[in-house]
C-alpha cells in the first residue's frame, strides 16, 4: 500500500468518526429544540455523509459529480472539521473532568495533522490552477485559529492558549496541509535537506543573509529590547513566518511555477506575481491601522516577500526563508512593543521605502543572469519535477 492508500483510509475513518458525533449532537439538540443549533448540525452532517458517500463509491461515480463533491467539502468540511474538533475537545474536558491542560496538548497534536488525508484525498481533484490556488488561501483563512467553539477559560495554560489565539498551531497545522496537498499534485517539496551542486555559490548566499540581516537590523529601528520578548510576540512571529511562507513561497509559487512551465519568463514572473500577491494580502490589515500606513506596509511586504521568494529558489530551502522572516517579525516586535505597525508615515518611510524596491528588485534582477539563473532554474525544474509526490509504500 501507497501513503495515498492510508490517507484515504484516513480520510474516511476521521470523516465517518465526525460524522457520529455530530450526529449524536444533532439529535440531542433536536430533542431540546434548539432550533437553529440543530439546523446548524444536520447541515454539518448532511455534508459530511455525502463526503463519505462519494468517497467510498469513488470511481464509480462521474467525474462532474466527484468534482462537485469536492468543492463542497473545500468549502464546508475544514470548517466542520474545526468546529468538531472544539466540541470534542471541550466535551472531553467538561463531561470527563480530565485536565485541561493534558487533554489540550493531545488534541493540538492530533490538530496538526488532522487536515492531511483531506488535502490528499480532496485536493487530488483539484486539477486547475485557479482550483489550486483558491484551494490553499481558502485552507489558509479557516486552518489559520483553531478557536471557533472552544471557550478560551476551558485552556487554563497560557501558553497553550497564545499559541492557538496567535495562530502558531495553525500555521504548522497549515504547513503540514500544504506541504500534503503539494505532494499530491506532484509539485514542491519544502527542502528540508538541501540538495546543493556544485554550481551553487556559497559567497552569493552569504550575501543574501548579510543583506537579510541588515535589513532586519534597519526595520527594527533601534536596538530590540529583549524585555519586551514575549510568548505572544515569539508565537505571533513563528505563526507569520509558518503561515505566510507556507502559503506564498511554498504553495503558491510551486504552483505558479508548474502553471506557467512552458512560459520562457515564468522564473520572473512568478516571483513577481507571488510577492504582489503576498503585498496585496497585507492590506486586509486596515482597520486595526491607519490607511497609509497598511498601504506601505503592504508595499514593504511585497519587496520583502521578493527578496524571500529569490532567497528560497536559489537554495531550495523554505526553512531559510521562514527563518529570515521570524527573524524580521520578532525584532520588530520587541522593538516597536506591537504586533501591528503604530504612528503616522512621514516621508521618510516613503524614501526608505522606494529604497528597499529598488534594493531588493535589484537582487532579483540581477539573480536572473548567468551560473545565478541556472541554479534557480535547476530549482525550479526540481520542485516541479514528477517526482515529487507522496509515493511511499509499505511492505508486509
Avoid: C
Avoid at 496567535?166 to 517539496?189: K, Q, Y
Avoid at 497609509?292 to 516577500?305: F, H, K, N, P, R
Amino acid at each position: 500500500m501507497t501513503g495515498n492508500d492510508y490517507l484515504k483510509i484516513w480520510y474516511r475513518v476521521q470523516l465517518g468518526a465526525m460524522l457520529v458525533i455530530l450526529a449524536m449532537m444533532m439529535i440531542r439538540n433536536i430533542e431540546l429544540h434548539r432550533r437553529l443549533i440543530s439546523l446548524a448540525l444536520v447541515i454539518m452532517v448532511g455534508v459530511l455523509a455525502i463526503g463519505l458517500a462519494v468517497e467510498l463509491m469513488d470511481q464509480q461515480l462521474p467525474m462532474i459529480v466527484r468534482k462537485v463533491n469536492a468543492w463542497l467539502q473545500v468549502i464546508a468540511q475544514p470548517l466542520i472539521l474545526v468546529f468538531a474538533w472544539d466540541v470534542i475537545v471541550r466535551e472531553i474536558i467538561v463531561l470527563l473532568h480530565l485536565p485541561s491542560r493534558g487533554v489540550v496538548t493531545m488534541m493540538i497534536l492530533y490538530y496538526l495533522i488532522m487536515f492531511a488525508p483531506f488535502a490528499n484525498v480532496i485536493g487530488e481533484l483539484m486539477d486547475w490552477t485557479i482550483e489550486r490556488l483558491v484551494f490553499v488561501v481558502w485552507l489558509a483563512q479557516v486552518v489559520f485559529t483553531p478557536l471557533i467553539a472552544l471557550p478560551t477559560d476551558l485552556v487554563d495554560n497560557s501558553f497553550l492558549l497564545t499559541a492557538l489565539s496567535t495562530g502558531a498551531v495553525g500555521a504548522v497545522a497549515f504547513f503540514v496541509l500544504t506541504t500534503t496537498v503539494m505532494r499530491t499534485w506532484r509539485l514542491s517539496w519544502p527542502g528540508l535537506k538541501p540538495h546543493w551542486s556544485g554550481d551553487f555559490n556559497w559567497w552569493i548566499l552569504g550575501g543574501l543573509v548579510v543583506v537579510a540581516l541588515g535589513y532586519i537590523a534597519l526595520n527594527s529601528g533601534e536596538m530590540p529590547s529583549l524585555a519586551n520578548a514575549s510568548w505572544e510576540f515569539t508565537l505571533s512571529a513563528f505563526e507569520a513566518a509558518v503561515m505566510e511562507e507556507s502559503l506564498f513561497r511554498f504553495a503558491i509559487l510551486g504552483i505558479l511555477f508548474y502553471a506557467w512551465r512552458n512560459v520562457k519568463q515564468r522564473l520572473p514572473l512568478a516571483l513577481v506575481t507571488s510577492s504582489v500577491l503576498f503585498g496585496v494580502v497585507h492590506l486586509t490589515n486596515y482597520g486595526s491601522q491607519e490607511w497609509s500606513m497598511t498601504v506601505l506596509q503592504a508595499i514593504t511586504a511585497a519587496g520583502i516577500g521578493l527578496f524571500f521568494a529569490t532567497v528560497y529558489v536559489y537554495t531550495g530551502q523554505l526553512w531559510l526563508a521562514m527563518m529570515m522572516h521570524f527573524l524580521l517579525d520578532w525584532t520588530a516586535f520587541i522593538a516597536s512593543d506591537s504586533t501591528l505597525m503604530t504612528g503616522k508615515v512621514t516621508m521618510a518611510d516613503w524614501i526608505s521605502t522606494a529604497i528597499e524596491l529598488l534594493v531588493f528588485g535589484g537582487i532579483t534582477a540581477w539573480m536572473m543572469f548567468g551560473q545565478r539563473r541556472k541554479v534557480m532554474e535547476r530549482h525550479v525544474d526540481r520542485l516541479t519535477g514528477d517526482k515529487q509526490r507522496f509515493g511511499f509504500m509499505v511492505q508486509y
